[in-house]
């Protein structure tokens, strides 16, 4: 006896559904990823941005060089040694500035300058720069290459604050770099944030064209 013909309606349904369980395994896939490490959506397209701060730092405009950036210039890198991570770093703590990699408070001092600088970054989303500065101890380096300079630090403490609690970024009786993150993780709840000393002043390592 010959097989009758599918409804029209069922095939549509099959296919939706077919749709619908290789959404469903994506979306898993991205979820654990972002677990264990980092959303690779947002980092793919931040890799590309920090590509671009890396091509712009080669070429940097006078102002960047006298120290007087722009908000969205590229102004230095930072490289967190122990943690073998290392990311260019732009001018301005706006949502779009920290998409495209760890971002400089603009109403503090940058690197080399006395007081209290303040970077910024993401800790699960647009390559994570930030994910993992809980573990940085007592002692470890965090170092900044500026055009005109590099500068290293050393941890002294780590505090976790409310995003109220601005005073963090206040100048105390010595240099300091203070690094700062939503936490805990997938939250932003409150802030963790990374106290640093200033240790001392090298001879200016970026590479310009």
Known sequence: ????NR????????FLSSVLM???ALLLVDA?????WQEPISSFFAQREQSRLGDALANPPQR???RKPLPGDAIGEITLPTQDRSYFVIEGTGTADLRKGPGHYSDTPLPGQRGTVAIAGHRTTYLAPFRKIDKLDRGDRVIVDMTYGRFTYRVEKTRIVDPS????????GHDR???TACHPLYSAAQRIVVF???AGRGPARLERG
């Open 7 to 14: 409804s029209p309606v069922r095939k549509v349904v099959r």
């Open 64 to 66: 960047v060089i006298e």
């Open 165 to 172: 609690q601005t005073e963090v970024k206040r100048r105390v």
């Open 177 to 179: 770099l203070i690094l």
């Open 1 to 4: 006896m010959p097989q009758k």
């Open 196 to 198: 640093a000393r200033f």
């Open 32 to 36: 654990g990823l972002t677990l264990v």
């Open 22 to 24: 290789v959404t469903g």
